[in-house]
């Protein structure tokens, strides 16, 4: 089995930033990618950003130049620095990931979530 757990949600003013931070644990061979979602009450969850094994990045085009997504592959951790938060930014963020397991099997895991605010 493989767990992610997310850490360093929060309550932060319009303007601040803050640092998510997602380690993943367990039966992981390699990771094929990893990222992150939000949903917002009564919205879709949404992808935010993602990162490949290579470290090719996708980012949504409402944070493109104010998060920045980024990975230890010694700790299976992936970060997302969230600067310049606004009010719309509010959400529980999810971390996603994408590995691979022993026997060659493929298997892709949600985090619990982490709740974001920001307030205006």
């Known amino acids: 089995q493989v767990q992610l757990v997310e850490s360093g949600g929060g309550l932060v003013q319009a303007g601040g930033s803050l640092r998510l931070s997602c380690a993943a644990s367990g039966s992981i061979v390699s990771i094929n990618a990893m990222g992150w979602y939000r949903q917002a009450p009564g919205k879709q969850r949404e992808l935010v950003a993602s990162i490949s094994t290579g470290g090719i990045t996708n980012y949504a085009d409402s944070v493109k130049g104010r998060f920045a997504i980024s990975k230890d592959n010694a700790k299976n951790t992936v970060y997302l620095q969230m600067n310049s938060l606004k009010p719309e930014d509010t959400a529980v963020y999810y971390c996603?990931?994408?590995?691979?397991?022993?026997?060659?099997?493929?298997?892709?895991?949600w985090g619990q979530g982490t709740q974001v605010t920001v307030s205006s």
């Open positions: 996603n990931g994408d590995f691979q397991r022993r026997f060659g099997v493929r298997g892709n895991y």
